[in-house]
């Protein structure tokens, strides 16, 4: 997968706000909206590909409950299915924040 980058942080907004969060950043989108505030993953995309088995030890190997995954656009993401199949297993939360395309 294109990721742009990895990280622990507390989850910012919604039902889940405050809580202790991995995000990943898919790199790449199919929009290009004025008020985007990621252009390094959708208008120039940045990033490296990295394994779905580095993504699932990375899940794995963190001690935070939730995982987010965004973007970009995480939905173009090929594997994102095995992706969340792999969070599940790992009894991670998981969201994903989409524009719907």
Request: hydrophobic residues 35%.
């Amino acid at each position: 997968m294109f990721i742009s980058e990895i990280y622990e942080s507390f989850q910012g907004e919604g039902p889940f706000a405050e809580t202790p969060s991995l995000f990943i950043r898919t790199s790449g989108c199919n929009l290009r909206c004025w008020f985007c505030d990621t252009p390094f993953t959708s208008w120039n995309p940045e990033g490296e590909q990295v394994s779905l088995e580095q993504l699932a030890e990375r899940i794995r190997s963190s001690s935070v409950p939730h995982v987010v995954i965004t973007g970009g656009e995480p939905m173009l993401a090929a594997q994102l299915t095995e992706l969340t199949d792999a969070a599940r297993s790992a009894g991670k939360v998981i969201t994903i924040e989409t524009a719907g395309t």
